[in-house]
């Protein structure tokens, strides 16, 4: 499975973009990049993934760069319930045996009023 | 989505006790995880529970230690035997559908063994 990288933590204010990177340079061609949160004392919860396009819904955008070696969670304007664990995650597309999500570290973002 | 429920939410065990954890789905899943998460670590996956089958553990864990169930398509059970204090961690249950992307997770059973 490809690897990520995450910065171990960061912090934001309130009310402004909390921008959260991670490298996989070894990604491979149909791997996609999801994204996973996890508050304290919670279950995960899934937030977004995509493959080499750009993604937003409801919670957070996904920028993915051009040769997909890294992306960027936009969170646009992150609350201080935002606060939690953030995960960057590659794994192939769903079907076949590769279907695990398996965690790294992630990133601890504490937004701050 | 999926709606998962763990019990117990948590339990404080002796040392040489077993522990059966339940995950409950409201609808049918093709596939069911359980995971690991040690004080201030990430998430580990101990195995895959297949349903009517013996359950696939990842490297580190074993069918003696971990032992699952998954006698159907919306309920599995994770029992954590011959407890130390190193089991000590919230478990939790994970589950995928067939046509979703997405993983859910259950909201954990934090175990503190004495």
């Known amino acids: 499975d490809a690897k990520t990288t995450q910065p171990p933590s960061m912090d934001c204010a309130e009310g402004r973009a909390a921008n959260l990177p991670c490298n996989h340079s070894?990604?491979?061609?149909?791997?996609?990049v999801y994204w996973y949160r996890q508050i304290h004392s919670q279950g995960p919860q899934y937030i977004i993934h995509?493959?080499?396009n750009n993604e937003t819904n409801e919670m957070a955008s996904l920028i993915i760069t051009e040769d997909r070696k890294s992306s960027t969670l936009i969170l646009p304007h992150a609350t201080l319930r935002d606060t939690a664990v953030y995960y960057c995650?590659?794994?192939?597309?769903?079907?076949?045996?590769?279907?695990?999500?398996?965690f790294g570290k992630g990133t601890l973002l504490t937004v701050n009023p | 989505s999926a709606v998962i429920s763990q019990k117990p939410s948590r339990d404080i065990c002796q040392r040489g006790t077993s522990l059966t954890i339940q995950c409950q789905v409201d609808s049918q899943v093709t596939m069911m995880f359980w995971y690991r998460q040690q004080p201030g670590q990430s998430l580990t996956l101990i195995a895959t529970?297949?349903?009517?089958?013996?359950?696939?553990?990842e490297s580190g864990f074993v069918i003696d230690k971990f032992p699952i169930s998954r006698p159907n398509l919306t309920f599995s059970t994770l029992t954590v035997s011959n407890m130390s204090p190193e089991d000590s961690s919230i478990y939790l249950c994970?589950?995928?559908?067939?046509?979703?992307?997405?993983?859910?997770f259950g909201p954990g059973t934090r175990l503190t063994v004495t």
């Open positions: 995650i590659v794994r192939p597309s769903r079907g076949g045996s590769n279907y695990k999500l398996t």
């Open positions: 995509g493959l080499k």
């Open positions: 529970a297949n349903q009517g089958s013996e359950a696939t553990y």
């Open positions: 070894t990604i491979s061609g149909n791997e996609y």
């Open positions: 994970s589950v995928r559908t067939a046509d979703s992307y997405e993983q859910y």
